[in-house]
Nanobody, 121 residues
């Protein structure tokens, strides 16, 4: 089984910073893309940032220039550095990883349990 465990969330004032981490564990062959998503109350889950196994990144327009996604492939961990946080960044943040259990199989998406980020004004 594959598990993704997020950490680093919490409460911060507007303009502050937080760093989220998501570590994958279990038995698998490789991890393809990893990403961060968020869901605010009453809203649909949305993509925040994605990083491929080759290091290419993509950001939503709302976080571009403020958030940075990175990964440590040796540790099977993805990070999200969030700077200049705004109250509208308040949400539950989820990480997702495309995991290949075997070289014979296509990647399967796994999700973390989610972590709360609250930005006060």
């Amino acid at each position: 089984q594959v598990q993704l465990v997020e950490s680093g969330g919490g409460l911060v004032q507007a303009g502050g910073s937080l760093r989220l981490s998501c570590a994958a564990s279990g038995s698998f062959f490789s991890i393809n893309a990893m990403g961060w998503y968020r869901q605010a109350p009453g809203k649909q889950r949305e993509s925040v940032a994605v990083i491929t196994s080759g290091g290419s990144t993509n950001y939503s327009d709302s976080v571009k220039g403020r958030f940075t996604i990175s990964r440590d492939s040796a540790k099977n961990t993805v990070y999200l550095q969030m700077n200049s946080l705004k109250p509208e960044d308040t949400a539950v943040y989820y990480c997702k990883a495309g995991v290949r259990r075997s070289p014979l199989f296509y990647p399967t998406d796994y999700w973390g349990q989610g972590i709360q980020v609250t930005v006060s004004s």
